[in-house]
């Protein structure tokens, strides 16, 4: 059974910063690319970021240079780093992962569709 468990989410001042973490069980990790992706109140679910399998990485338009998407297979685990965050980018967090086939557009991995694993989430909340 393929588990994702994000962990990392919380309080923060603006200008701030938070590491996400997402621990991926019941999947050849390596095999498989990780996306994030978030919610606010009221909003529809909004790409982050995605590490594919190869290592390659795509960001959201809005994102402009602030977070960076890693990975570390050997313990299986998919990390978001978010600095100079604002209270924009409050929202519940999602890691969500796919079979790495592909190479595809950059618009391809925005969709949520293509996801096949999706964690609970963790909330990430920016305060002004």
């Known amino acids: 059974q393929v588990q994702l468990v994000e962990s990392g989410g919380g309080l923060v001042q603006a200008g701030g910063s938070l590491r996400l973490s997402c621990a991926a069980s019941?999947?050849?990790?390596?095999?498989?690319?990780l996306g994030w992706f978030r919610q606010a109140p009221g909003k529809e679910r909004e790409f982050v970021a995605v590490r594919r399998s190869g290592g390659i990485s795509y960001y959201g338009d809005f994102v402009k240079g602030r977070f960076t998407i890693s990975r570390d297979n050997a313990k299986n685990t998919g990390y978001l780093q978010m600095n100079s965050l604002n209270p924009d980018d409050t929202a519940v967090y999602y890691c969500?992962?796919?079979?790495?086939?592909?190479?595809?557009?950059?618009?391809?991995?925005?969709?949520?569709?293509?996801?096949?694993?999706w964690g609970q989430g963790t909330q990430v909340t920016v305060s002004s």
């Open positions: 969500a992962a796919r079979t790495g086939s592909g190479p595809f557009g950059y618009s391809y991995y925005k969709a949520e569709a293509v996801y096949g694993y």
């Open positions: 019941g999947l050849t990790f390596r095999l498989y690319d």
